[in-house]
């Protein structure tokens, strides 16, 4: 056996020393005494595999006259060979020479003790050679021997009884019975204490059953049994038992992994009318006698592989065929889809069937449904025309209301509304353009988009659009919109009306009118005057009047105008309070005001000062008593919306 270094000489005193020494050699005299290993009174030097010892050597020369050169050499098992550790170390008379070494305990070392049975020793062997002039002259041989032990832990878990090292281990159904097992033995030579046995996963507790004689300590002759249970869960399943056990200051374990897959069997089916999953009625419109394709899907969304896969209808005569998705196995795996199909002729009225999908894992049984439906109808051909104005669908006036002079636009959506298998060819959309008995004027809308199928044939529930402009002419306007078809040799159709109001709008000047506050026309007062309109006085200041707004009344005229409301004024001496009662729509967006001492506003032209009528020089004086004059100017802005919206 090696250690790093060992040393012993004849001529010389040696010791070999372990923790405490145990050993000593001295040429010349007798050894040391060794403790006796096995000695339960003295349970020391004890080693166990994979320890390391620590030895401290010390080597003298006990001449008093000579030097010498020592070798250390350490001898094998056996006795060879020999392994030089130290060479030419010179040592004066009387000399000591001192080193420390580490040994670790390698179980090819370990021997039987050749008197104590079961106990195992390691001995260390060194041999010490005194060299004089290059000539041997003295050798000792120094042995250290140790008692050797090896505490170890074994287990071996199971599940449901299978040692399952690696996946998948036992396959139990999903809910199932788990039952691990552990069995703990002592396969190392000396007995352990303090055994306890856990596991990784949480909520899994191995509890004692068996194996020990009572006395706490497994011993080598031991077989210990543990046990957990649990549920299966779907999937993959793995957990870890270990082994814990005790001797002396030392600990050992073990661990050993175990499997299982939770099997979840599970089929799918879905099952489709004419390419429709119609889960719900009505389910797809077939005409009565048109072809009925029924399509299964199978899937396995489960977690393990099904067996004795079949499919069937509820209902007589509806025999699903297998046509793709398997790999030849007949084994639906987790990873592929089946496909069935079955055929029929649609009958009248609504049409409800149930396809099922069966399988099989081991002893379990699983299956799923999924309903379709129809609707078999009747070939009755239909169209509709739907018509919006500027995005209104204005079946009745008023419609929207559009300024005369602005772009209107109509948008007709056309609808086959038919039954059954009823395609429309030659559609023809046709506007009024709201003179119903002059058909020179009427408007051809343009197709936009929706002809999605066979091109020029308008297919059960498609939509086409079609679009036409105008120009927003005064007052309300209706035009009819129409659609013709034909569906074989018959002729269908469908009317739609839509709206809109003309809308014109107005500015005009507009004055005030009292006939009780001796009004005067300015076209009288000044023949020159190019403007209309009336002044008020002399009224009697700090007074409060009410006028009438007369709006285009040319000529002072008021049967030339448009009544636009009233206005009352209250001149105050420091300005006038205004306000307004105006006939609805109207909107005064401009006015002027005149009060002043004399009948028309006064500017000064050069050194005159002259009258004048223009609004835009009107004035209104404060501080005025006694009489005044009153002139009230606007410029009124409406629309003639239908009398009854605005009154």
Same mark, same amino acid.
């Given at each position: 056996?090696?250690?790093?270094?060992?040393?012993?000489?004849?001529?010389?005193?040696?010791?070999?020393?372990?923790?405490?020494?145990?050993?000593?050699?001295?040429?010349?005299?007798?050894?040391?005494?060794?403790?006796?290993?096995?000695?339960?009174?003295?349970?020391?030097?004890?080693? &166990?595999?994979?320890?390391?010892?620590?030895?401290?050597?010390?080597?003298?020369?006990?001449?008093?006259?000579?030097?010498?050169?020592?070798?250390?050499?350490?001898?094998?098992?056996?006795?060879?060979?020999?392994?030089?550790?130290?060479?030419?170390?010179?040592?004066?008379?009387?000399?000591?020479?001192?080193?420390?070494?580490?040994?670790?305990?390698?179980?090819?070392?370990?021997?039987?003790?050749?008197?104590?049975?079961?106990?195992?020793?390691?001995?260390?062997?060194?041999?010490?050679?005194?060299?004089?002039?290059?000539?041997?002259?003295?050798?000792?041989?120094?042995?250290?021997?140790?008692?050797?032990? @090896? +505490?170890?832990?074994?287990?071996?878990?199971?599940?449901?009884?299978?040692?399952?090292?690696?996946?998948?281990?036992?396959?139990?159904?999903?809910?199932?019975?788990?039952?691990?097992?552990?069995?703990?033995? @002592?396969?190392?030579?000396?007995?352990?204490?303090?055994?306890?046995?856990?596991?990784?996963?949480?909520?899994?507790?191995?509890?004692?059953?068996?194996?020990?004689?009572?006395?706490?300590?497994?011993?080598?002759?031991?077989? &210990?049994?543990?046990?957990?249970?649990?549920?299966?869960?779907?999937?993959?399943?793995?957990?870890?038992?270990?082994?814990?056990?005790?001797?002396?200051?030392?600990?050992?374990?073990?661990?050993?992994?175990?499997?299982?897959?939770?099997? @979840?069997?599970?089929?799918?089916?879905?099952?489709?009318?004419?390419?429709?999953?119609?889960?719900?009625?009505?389910?797809?419109?077939?005409?009565?006698?048109?072809?009925?394709?029924?399509?299964?899907?199978?899937?396995?969304?489960?977690?393990?592989?099904?067996?004795?896969?079949?499919?069937?209808?509820?209902?007589?005569?509806?025999?699903?065929?297998?046509?793709?998705?398997?790999?030849?196995?007949?084994?639906?795996?987790?990873?592929?889809?089946?496909?069935?199909?079955?055929?029929?002729?649609?009958?009248?009225?609504?049409?409800?069937?149930?396809?099922?999908?069966?399988?099989?894992?081991?002893?379990?049984?699983?299956?799923?449904?999924?309903?379709?439906?129809?609707?078999?109808?009747?070939?009755? +051909?239909?169209?509709?025309?739907?018509?919006?104005?500027?995005?209104?669908?204005?079946?009745?006036?008023?419609?929207?209301?559009?300024?005369?002079?602005?772009?209107?636009?109509?948008?007709?959506?056309?609808?086959?509304?038919?039954?059954?298998?009823?395609?429309?060819?030659?559609?023809?959309?046709?506007?009024?353009?709201?003179?119903?008995?002059?058909?020179?004027?009427?408007?051809?809308?343009?197709?936009?988009?929706?002809?999605?199928?066979?091109?020029?044939?308008?297919?059960?529930?498609?939509? &086409?659009?079609?679009?036409?402009?105008?120009?927003?002419?005064?007052?309300?306007?209706?035009?009819?919109?129409?659609?013709?078809?034909?569906?074989?040799?018959?002729?269908?159709?469908?009317?739609?009306?839509?709206?809109?109001?003309?809308?014109?709008?107005?500015?005009?000047?507009?004055?005030?009118?009292?006939?009780?506050?001796?009004?005067?026309?300015?076209?009288?007062?000044?023949?020159?005057?190019?403007?209309?309109?009336?002044?008020?006085?002399?009224?009697?200041?700090?007074?409060?009047?009410?006028?009438?707004? &007369?709006?285009?009344?040319?000529?002072?005229?008021?049967?030339?105008?448009?009544?636009?409301?009233?206005?009352?004024?209250?001149?105050?001496?420091?300005?006038?309070?205004?306000?307004?009662?105006?006939?609805?729509?109207?909107?005064?967006?401009?006015?002027?005001?005149?009060?002043?001492?004399?009948?028309?506003?006064?500017?000064?032209?050069?050194?005159?000062?002259?009258?004048?009528?223009?609004?835009?020089?009107?004035?209104?004086?404060?501080?005025?008593?006694?009489?005044?004059?009153?002139?009230?100017?606007?410029?009124?802005?409406?629309?003639?919306?239908?009398?009854?919206?605005?009154?």
């Amino acid at each position: 056996m090696k250690i790093s270094k060992l040393f012993l000489l004849g001529m010389l005193l040696v010791a070999l020393c372990a923790t405490a020494p145990i050993m000593a050699a001295q040429i010349g005299m007798a050894k040391e005494t060794e403790i006796q290993i096995g000695d339960p009174d003295h349970p020391v030097d004890v080693y &166990w595999i994979g320890q390391t010892i620590h030895y401290t050597l010390e080597v003298e020369n006990t001449s008093s006259t000579q030097s010498m050169v020592i070798d250390i050499s350490d001898i094998e098992p056996g006795g060879t060979p020999t392994v030089l550790l130290e060479d030419n170390i010179t040592l004066s008379p009387g000399e000591t020479w001192n080193s420390d070494y580490d040994y670790v305990v390698a179980a090819g070392d370990v021997v039987p003790h050749p008197i104590i049975p079961g106990v195992n020793i390691v001995i260390n062997t060194l041999l010490a050679t005194g060299l004089q002039g290059g000539i041997e002259v003295v050798n000792v041989n120094v042995t250290k021997t140790v008692q050797a032990v @090896n +505490p170890v832990i074994h287990i071996e878990k199971a599940t449901n009884g299978a040692d399952a090292d690696d996946p998948t281990g036992p396959l139990i159904p999903v809910g199932g019975a788990v039952t691990w097992t552990y069995v703990v033995t @002592n396969t190392g030579d000396v007995p352990l204490t303090g055994i306890v046995v856990t596991d990784d996963q949480g909520g899994v507790t191995p509890a004692y059953v068996s194996g020990d004689d009572g006395d706490n300590i497994l011993q080598v002759t031991e077989t &210990w049994i543990y046990q957990a249970t649990g549920t299966a869960a779907a999937g993959q399943y793995a957990n870890i038992g270990t082994a814990t056990g005790h001797y002396y200051g030392r600990t050992v374990n073990d661990t050993d992994p175990s499997h299982y897959f939770g099997a @979840n069997p599970v089929i799918h089916i879905e099952k489709a009318t004419n390419g429709d999953d119609a889960d719900l009625p009505t389910g797809p419109e077939i005409s009565v006698g048109g072809a009925v394709t029924w399509t299964y899907v199978v899937t396995n969304p489960g977690n393990v592989p099904l067996t004795g896969i079949v499919v069937t209808d509820d209902q007589v005569g509806v025999t699903p065929a297998y046509v793709s998705g398997d790999d030849g196995d007949n084994i639906l795996q987790v990873t592929e889809t089946w496909i069935y199909q079955a055929s029929g002729t649609a009958v009248e009225g609504q049409y409800a069937n149930i396809g099922t999908a069966t399988g099989h894992y081991d002893d379990t049984t699983v299956n799923d449904t999924d309903p379709s439906h129809y609707i078999g109808t009747l070939d009755n +051909p239909g169209i509709d025309i739907e018509k919006a104005t500027n995005g209104e669908d204005a079946d009745g006036p008023y419609g929207p209301f559009i300024m005369v002079g602005d772009t209107v636009t109509w948008t007709y959506v056309v609808t086959n509304t038919g039954t059954g298998d009823v395609p429309l060819t030659s559609v023809v959309v046709i506007d009024d353009n709201g003179t119903p008995l002059d058909d020179t004027d009427d408007i051809y809308p343009t197709y936009i988009s929706g002809d999605g199928g066979v091109i020029g044939v308008l297919e059960v529930g498609e939509i &086409w659009l079609y679009e036409a402009t105008g120009t927003a002419a005064a007052g309300q306007y209706e035009n009819i919109a129409c659609v013709d078809a034909l569906y074989e040799q018959e002729s269908v159709g469908d009317c739609d009306p839509s709206h809109y109001y003309g809308v014109v709008c107005y500015s005009e000047t507009a004055f005030g009118l009292n006939d009780s506050l001796s009004p005067a026309c300015l076209i009288d007062l000044d023949h020159k005057a190019n403007i209309w309109g009336w002044t008020h006085g002399p009224i009697a200041a700090g007074g409060t009047y009410t006028f009438g707004l &007369w709006a285009g009344a040319a000529h002072c005229e008021t049967d030339n105008g448009t009544y636009a409301g009233t206005v009352t004024i209250h001149y105050t001496g420091a300005g006038a309070d205004i306000t307004y009662n105006l006939e609805p729509d109207f909107e005064i967006v401009e006015e002027h005001v005149y009060i002043g001492s004399t009948e028309l506003p006064q500017v000064t032209k050069g050194k005159k000062t002259v009258p004048t009528v223009a609004p835009g020089q009107y004035y209104i004086t404060n501080g005025l008593t006694g009489n005044i004059y009153i002139i009230y100017h606007c410029v009124v802005e409406w629309c003639d919306y239908p009398v009854e919206l605005v009154q």
